[in-house]
């Protein structure tokens, strides 16, 4: 690749222009031009668009050019996929998940209070996996080592770093008091609050600083438009924007859906100053606790209450700043809030340093002794989350019976469920990182407590989680190897013509038959959700009730339960303490090896493609960058040429294409057509977030857009047939490609052709055919479209 500034290239109003958008995992603008020499037109190192080097020769053939179009390839895969710090954003998994959940709501129209309360249910819930995951970190440092393990003198002699804390191996020094030592490990969670925050500030710097295009006319400068909270989305109604037409099916194409900056950083200030609070709630509940005792300080008592209150207001500021406002989707919110995102978290530090100092003050006979608060700490957390989760789905299923789309997945539950699944996924991270800190300090368990019991319980309920997913795998095992069957007499049907090979045949049908597995995703995540509603509510009332490990707890029950019980618990910590050293390993190999990061930026570029709504540390919506680049590169390329022009999205790339595309003004849009293959769009998207890919969104997608193709296979585990409701269907979605194109060896394939999946479309000659198609249907020079009754009588015609 020639890495040139970026090129001004004079074109022919009659050139046609193919814009390629690559999928997931990304790949090289070489392998998607097809040519070792490459030329970057514009863009950075970040994302950027190529063209072949041939093509931008000043001596390139004019004729060859209008015979043919001229492909540019877009590649973004570093946006997920960069340098070694990405492997940081593991760390960020869980706030990815719960971010999900905002844009899963179910599609509605004239509700506007219930969308409203869906995104805010969804924003307290991330703020309450943000407290969780601090927590976590406060039980490490705090409670683990600096409270328990520092103040026992087994455990201190056993790990030589915590002698200076340790009242017998320092001789009474002044760190081994107990407040001094929580004061000291109070650093390390608030180092993390940092850590996150700035993650999320640079982020927020490199994507939603990404200003999109603002046509004239008002489309993007259009300060009138209404502001809604609860995610932006008006519930259905119309929202012209400036644009001329009716683009409400769907937020995508409004001006500000892709510039969340707004949002963003009002909740990473709540957020960053959610974190700092709780760090000083642990302090402070530590010493108030031991300065209420009959005999106590008074003045430190009072002291204490009153920094407990300003906390306590400092709480409801952050619940305030969270519930206040949602997203600003029908304009350019160029506003930022700039003091409040500035006094808030400094006024949450400013009260940590006062917990500091507060929990250092000299307390003579003060001894740690047993675990600090953190059960009831958790038990609230969890119980909070739970109850966030059944309202969330209360209001869910509102919205869908108002609304029904039979092709929704979990009957609109989706949102909910994911919801509780990036709780799940919190309390996880939290609870294995503290009995793997537990074990490492005191493997024994006999000179300090632990963790709290609740954390013991929820790694518990792992084991009967996972033996209910492998009797789920094993039904869906058994039922794809029936339908493998089933669909051997429909791939001899679709080669009638060829010498067939039962061997050949079983291959594809096993082929086929696989890649159904995909529509059972939602089989599969609400037994996961429901089960881990159930064990997690079954073990939030067995700590409360017992106040022991499951192991101890059923000490006394039938042999068989004690047995379960032991070997459980026993499991649990296993497979927790293996999960977190995968994940310690995948993180570090990720930093220093390009390859693994690719593999954790496919799991982002399906994670990332939405603005961060719900949480502002979850990891970047790349398509905040990426739909403005193509949104600007569609535009200025029409304008200057006035040519025709094709943008072609695999995979991934598909449903940026189509985001980009409702982003148009109606003019630009009369001269791009759009080709898919292996899409998404339907099969993945229109499930899963209704309200933005459903089939009125996609419908009015096609009323909009004059020219769509889209390509699939029955092979493909991801792309599908778009289903367009009513007679749309048939102009959009062509019949499913043949896959292999021969069954056995014909004079056209001498040898086996390959079963491709979901790769290689490019090599089908129906791709060629339909691109050629909607080129001819832009009509000559980019002017008005073939109307859509000629084109269906050519067709017709075989014309």
Not at 382 to 411: E, F, K, S, T, Y
Request: aromatic share 6%; with cysteine; proline share 7%.
């Amino acid at each position: 690749m020639e890495r040139t500034q970026e090129k001004t290239l004079t074109e022919d109003p009659a050139t046609a222009l193919e814009l390629l958008v690559h999928g997931v995992g990304g790949t090289t603008p070489e392998q998607m031009l097809d040519d070792p020499r490459t030329v970057r037109i514009t863009g950075d190192d970040t994302a950027a668009v190529f063209r072949r080097a041939a093509d931008t020769a000043p001596e390139a053939d004019a004729d060859a050019t209008r015979r043919r179009p001229v492909p540019e390839a877009y590649v973004w895969c570093n946006l997920t996929s960069g340098n070694g710090t990405r492997a940081l954003w593991l760390l960020l998994l869980p706030f990815m998940v719960v971010n999900l959940a905002h844009w899963m709501r179910p599609g509605a129209h004239g509700r506007v209070r219930t969308v409203r309360l869906y995104g805010l249910l969804v924003r307290l819930a991330g703020l309450t996996l943000t407290v969780l995951l601090v927590a976590g970190a406060c039980e490490v440092a705090l409670d683990l080592a600096a409270w328990q393990c520092a103040g026992t003198r087994a455990c201190a002699e056993r790990h030589s770093w915590l002698g200076f804390l340790s009242p017998a191996g320092s001789d009474g020094g002044w760190w081994s008091r107990p407040g001094r030592r929580l004061a000291l490990a109070a650093l390390l969670p608030a180092a993390l609050t940092g850590l996150l925050w700035y993650l999320s500030h640079r982020t927020w710097n490199a994507y939603e600083s990404q200003r999109p295009l603002a046509f004239d006319g008002g489309r993007g400068e259009d300060s009138g438009g209404t502001v809604l909270g609860g995610g932006g989305e008006d519930s259905g109604s119309t929202a012209l924007g400036g644009r001329g037409e009716d683009s409400g099916s769907t937020a995508l194409g409004r001006p500000g859906f892709w510039y969340g900056r707004r949002l963003v950083a009002r909740l990473r200030a709540a957020h960053t100053a959610a974190g700092l609070l709780t760090v000083a709630a642990v302090l402070t509940a530590a010493a108030s606790g031991h300065d209420r005792e009959p005999g106590g300080p008074a003045a430190l008592d009072l002291l204490g209450r009153l920094l407990g209150a300003g906390l306590l207001a400092g709480a409801l500021a952050v619940v305030w700043v969270v519930c206040r406002r949602g997203r600003s989707e029908r304009r350019l919110d160029r506003e930022l809030d700039a003091r409040l995102a500035r006094l808030l978290p400094l006024g949450a530090l400013a009260a940590l340093v006062l917990a500091l100092v507060y929990a250092g003050w000299e307390r003579p006979g003060w001894q740690s002794a047993g675990r600090l608060p953190g059960d009831a700490a958790f038990g609230g957390i969890a119980l909070a989350q739970g109850l966030l989760v059944i309202a969330l789905a209360v209001v869910a299923r509102v919205l869908h019976r108002a609304l029904p789309d039979p092709r929704a997945a979990l009957h609109g539950l989706g949102g909910p469920v994911v919801a509780l699944l990036g709780c799940a996924l919190g309390g996880v991270m939290a609870g294995g990182v503290s009995q793997r800190v537990a074990d490492w300090l005191d493997g024994t368990g006999a000179s300090i407590p632990g963790p709290p019991v609740l954390l013991t319980w929820q790694a518990s309920v792992i084991p009967p989680l996972l033996l209910v997913l492998l009797a789920v795998c094993a039904l869906l095992g058994w039922r794809t190897v029936r339908l493998a069957r089933a669909e051997r007499a429909a791939v001899e049907r679709d080669y009638p013509d060829e010498m067939r090979e039962p061997a050949r045949t079983r291959r594809i049908a096993r082929v086929r038959a696989l890649a159904t597995l995909t529509d059972s995703a939602p089989l599969i995540v609400a037994v996961t959700a429901v089960t881990t509603l159930l064990l997690g509510a079954g073990a939030l009332v067995g700590a409360w009730l017992s106040d022991r490990t499951p192991g101890r707890a059923a000490e006394h029950a039938h042999p068989f339960v004690q047995g379960a019980a032991e070997t459980a618990q026993a499991l649990g910590s296993w497979l927790i303490g293996l999960g977190f050293i995968l994940f310690v390993t995948w993180g570090r190999r990720a930093y220093k090896d390009a390859s693994a990061r690719r593999t954790i930026g496919i799991l982002w570029d399906v994670g990332t493609f939405w603005p961060r709504a719900a949480h502002p540390f979850a990891p970047p919506c790349y398509a905040e960058r990426a739909v403005p680049d193509l949104t600007w590169r569609m535009t200025s390329w029409t304008r200057a040429t006035g040519g025709r022009l094709v943008i072609s999205g695999h995979s991934q790339g598909s449903v940026l294409a189509a985001a980009a595309v409702w982003q148009l003004s109606p003019a630009d849009r009369g001269r791009v057509a759009l080709l898919t293959y292996g899409s998404p769009l339907e099969r993945l998207y229109g499930r899963w977030f209704p309200a933005h890919f459903g089939p009125a969104a996609l419908g009015a997608l096609h009323q909009e857009l004059d020219c769509w193709r889209n390509l699939y296979r029955r092979t493909d585990p991801i792309g599908g047939p778009v289903r367009l409701p009513g007679d749309c269907g048939p102009e959009v979605d062509r019949p499913a490609l043949k896959d292999p194109l021969a069954h056995g060896r014909t004079d056209r394939h001498p040898l086996p052709a390959p079963v491709l999946g979901h790769s290689d479309y490019q090599a089908d000659p129906a791709f060629a055919e339909e691109r050629e198609r909607l080129l001819a249907d832009l009509g000559p020079g980019g002017g008005v479209p073939t109307p859509r009754h000629t084109r269906a009588r050519r067709e017709a015609q075989g014309i």
